[in-house]
């Protein structure tokens, strides 16, 4: 059948109906997203610049000067004064790179030009994100996965038992996907430098708020550059940075780390390429970089700071009414279950009410995400909600 041509207003009504199944997050009622409303600033901008293709930078100096100028801010934030990176579509991406990196790292060093000829391993805690799962699959990996400790954070002794000769690389995890916790980085950093691996920090979700909540007294633990053997950093500014989607950045120490993942492009202006994708929009780059000069370390400071004080108020909320937090919030995120109802029918029950919540898997939980689209108002409706919900239950039964 041939697709015979609309006219606009068709197309644009046709969409309006598409849309209007989506969730909204001003509705308040996304609560397990890592991803929030990107402020208006960085939707403009985006905007102008998706013509741009970072891919064949060549022609786009101006935007590639951009991408520069962001990679420099950010590394900033995360104590590097001279840094490699690229902005991509965000933390899997990322990931994926650092792997790469670390497997082409230590075929270099061990002299090896046939990657299979050896059962490359790389350490993860249970907590990483499935992103890992990808690049095993991809780059032809092992992944051993260390048990956590009673506070849901990579256990170090277990990652000094798996440590062998086919270890490629070492990951921490700096706001985990499900519960927000940071890793042992200081002593994973210190564990990489004595055996010489690879050390990747995947700080997705917390990168954009652990240094700004530390600058005003949070005191949570140092996972950045500072640490001598951290090699590499994910870092998503489309999460708590406000930026459109997708927008993601790795950032290296060396640019050697960045080099070996490098291939010719000789039919482009850009001569050599890392990422992942080709064709790359520059509007990620230049949207995040309105952003880093619109909000400044202040403006950071101040949204993750009311983002931890919104968790705090939830999570005394839920212990006030006997619900059980599976640990003491460190970033934005509260995992919480009840003694007397089962995990997926309160689930489904908050659902019921329209709220959108996740899971937890270790352990099973009920997820929430205090993203910047969730006021402390909307806070005040899913606890009312959930005081009917628990009343309902506990007459029930």
Not at 328 to 354: C, R, T
Request: proline share 4%; net charge neutral; with cysteine.
């Amino acid at each position: 059948m041939e697709n015979e041509p609309f006219e606009e207003e068709y197309i644009f009504k046709k969409l309006k109906e598409f849309k209007s199944k989506d969730l909204s997050y001003s509705s308040g009622r996304i609560l397990g997203s890592m991803c929030s409303e990107p402020h208006p600033l960085s939707k403009k901008v985006y905007m102008d610049f998706l013509d741009s293709n970072l891919g064949d930078h060549g022609l786009f100096e101006g935007t590639k000067a951009i991408e520069y100028e962001v990679i420099n801010i950010i590394a900033s934030f995360l104590s590097l004064d001279n840094p490699y990176g690229k902005v991509v579509t965000g933390g899997t991406e990322a990931n994926i790179m650092a792997m790469r990196s670390a497997r082409n790292l230590y075929k270099e060093i061990n002299k090896i030009k046939n990657q299979f000829i050896k059962p490359f391993e790389v350490i993860i805690p249970k907590s990483a994100h499935f992103s890992f799962k990808k690049a095993s699959d991809m780059l032809g990996f092992k992944l051993v996965e260390i048990d956590l400790d009673d506070e849901y954070k990579m256990d170090i002794e277990y990652v000094k038992e798996n440590i062998n000769k086919n270890t490629i690389a070492i990951v921490g995890v700096a706001g985990t996907t499900e519960l927000g916790m940071i890793d042992p980085i200081e002593e994973l950093s210190q564990i990489s430098i004595d055996k010489n691996i690879y050390f990747h920090v995947d700080a997705a979700f917390g990168g954009f708020s652990i240094p700004f909540l530390n600058d005003i007294g949070y005191n949570l633990p140092n996972f950045d550059f500072s640490n001598d053997g951290v090699s590499s950093i994910t870092i998503d500014p489309h999460k708590m940075g406000l930026t459109a989607i997708p927008a993601g950045c790795i950032i290296y120490r060396k640019k050697d780390y960045l080099d070996l993942i490098s291939v010719d492009s000789p039919y482009l202006t850009s001569k050599k390429q890392s990422t992942i994708v080709g064709t790359r929009s520059g509007a990620a780059s230049a949207a995040t970089w309105a952003m880093l000069k619109y909000m400044g370390k202040k403006g950071y400071r101040e949204l993750a700071n009311s983002c931890m004080i919104n968790t705090n108020f939830l999570a005394d909320a839920l212990f006030k009414e006997g619900f059980n937090l599976v640990t003491k919030p460190q970033l934005n995120i509260v995992g919480f279950n009840h003694p007397k109802i089962e995990i997926d029918d309160l689930i489904k029950a908050i659902e019921y009410k329209s709220w959108k919540v996740s899971t937890t898997t270790y352990p099973k939980a009920v997820r929430i995400v205090i993203m910047p689209h969730i006021k402390h108002t909307h806070i005040m409706e899913f606890i009312k909600d959930l005081k009917e919900v628990k009343k309902e239950f506990i007459n029930t039964n």
